[in-house]
């Protein structure tokens, strides 16, 4: 069995991040690779530090002229995965890596997704609709904010939570299963 690369990228607290690593930290199957952080203050960086994971924090201008995809182009991993990342990626690396690329999105998808849907925002937005029921969505990566093929969700109901316990409860879902998917998904 042939050692499978992934690669990461995160924008802030890293906590997905470290998950998915510590997850996979001593397999022999698949491996973190590298770490692309757009922000040089995210504290991912500092999660991460334990784990001597390579690390290429770019400004958003290197995403845009090719410079990320050049690093990329040399890692060539079977997986890019989104951890809490919130630039839109590219065409030319959606393109470049066409089916590969996977983001975790903390809503059921089509509902709250776009562009300014991310963190407390998604959960006060469930909260407000009074929906019954909310949960997270991994699907692959296309032009659109959060509009890719659906992977996996998983539903949590909803009770009387406010936005940040909500959040607490989602993200402990995503992290329960998020590596379980990366797992399948390179293992299909």
Known sequence: MSLKKIVIFASGSGSSAENIIA?????????????????????????????????????NSDLETGKVLEDLIKVRP??????????????????????????????????YGGQGMFGLNVHQKVIDNKDFHSGFTIHYVNENYDEGNVIF?????????????LSKK?????????????NNLLNE
């Open 23 to 59: 997850n996979f930290n001593g397999k022999t199957s698949i491996k973190v690779e590298k770490l692309y952080c757009n922000n040089q203050k995210a504290f991912v960086l500092e999660r991460i530090k334990k784990y001597n994971i390579n690390t290429m924090i770019f400004n």
């Open 78 to 111: 079977e997986l890019i995965v989104l951890a809490g990342f919130l630039r839109k990626i590219p065409k030319a690396i959606i393109d470049e890596f066409k089916n590969k690329i996977i983001n975790i999105h903390p809503a059921l998808l089509p509902k």
């Open 153 to 165: 969700q998983k539903k949590i109901e909803v009770k009387s939570f406010s936005a940040e316990e």
């Open 170 to 182: 989602v993200l402990a879902q995503e992290h329960k299963y998020y590596p379980t998917i990366i």
